[in-house]
């Protein structure tokens, strides 16, 4: 499978603090997604990467891919409470399917 | 634009039951796609559509099957229903397939007893 996984499966800080969460997945890919959830809803897509990429900046949230660890991690800066929710990779492979990872719960503590 | 719309929100089946969910999606997307979702398992691809009249097969397709026979609608059937069905299913549509994001509905809630 070229599931993505997640870690930490869980993250609490304080508001203001930076977020990372990392993914990784098991083959090569030719681009990965990273999507929010928030409780009780569907997804929704944040930011894209390309197998080519190296780096990509949307707003608050930084994400780098790394194709020889076969990782990519998200940043998000100066997080708010708002940025409650459950965070997924999703890696995308030959077969152009998403495969979703379990996710990052991040709390963002007032 | 509603965007893409998932019926009902919620079910509960009795075990060998059968139901259809609906998904309907007004952005014109040719993929349409059904996940589940479980708890610490992530999510799932069922099915797949990659345009008007086809359907293929994901990751967990046993127990379910799927119709596409308009442009902008995916139904889900479970045509015998069984507890290791319960779940949130969630269904999606893309642009393209694997090169825009997928958008998703807020999925339904199932529970098989």
């Known amino acids: 499978s070229q599931q993505g996984e997640e870690d930490p499966q869980a993250l609490s800080i304080q508001e203001g603090e930076n977020a990372t969460m990392n993914c990784s997945y098991k083959?090569?890919?030719?681009?990965l997604q990273w999507y929010r959830q928030n409780s009780g809803r569907g997804l929704v897509h944040l930011i894209l990467?390309?197998?080519?990429?190296r780096e990509k900046h949307s707003g608050r949230l930084r994400v780098t891919l790394d194709t020889s660890k076969k990782s990519s991690s998200l940043l998000i800066t100066a997080s708010r409470a708002a940025d409650t929710a459950s965070y997924f990779c999703?890696?995308?492979?030959?077969?152009?399917?998403?495969?979703f990872g379990t996710g990052t719960r991040l709390t963002v503590i007032p | 634009n509603a965007g893409v719309t998932q019926t009902p929100k919620f079910r509960v089946l009795k075990t060998g039951q059968s139901m259809t969910l609906l998904c309907a999606q007004d952005m014109n997307h040719e993929y349409m796609y059904w996940y589940r979702q479980d708890p610490g398992m992530g999510l799932r691809l069922i099915h797949y559509s990659v345009g008007e009249g086809t359907t293929a097969k994901g990751e967990v397709p046993d127990g379910y099957n799927v119709s596409r026979l308009k442009k902008q609608n995916f139904l889900l059937g479970l045509e015998s229903a069984a507890p290791s069905q319960t779940s949130v299913y969630f269904c999606a549509s893309s642009s393209r397939q694997g090169n825009s994001p997928l958008h998703f509905g807020n999925g339904t809630r199932l529970t098989v007893t």
């Open positions: 999703a890696a995308v492979g030959g077969a152009n399917n998403l495969f």
């Open positions: 990467i390309r197998s080519n990429e």
């Open positions: 083959t090569s890919i030719n681009n």
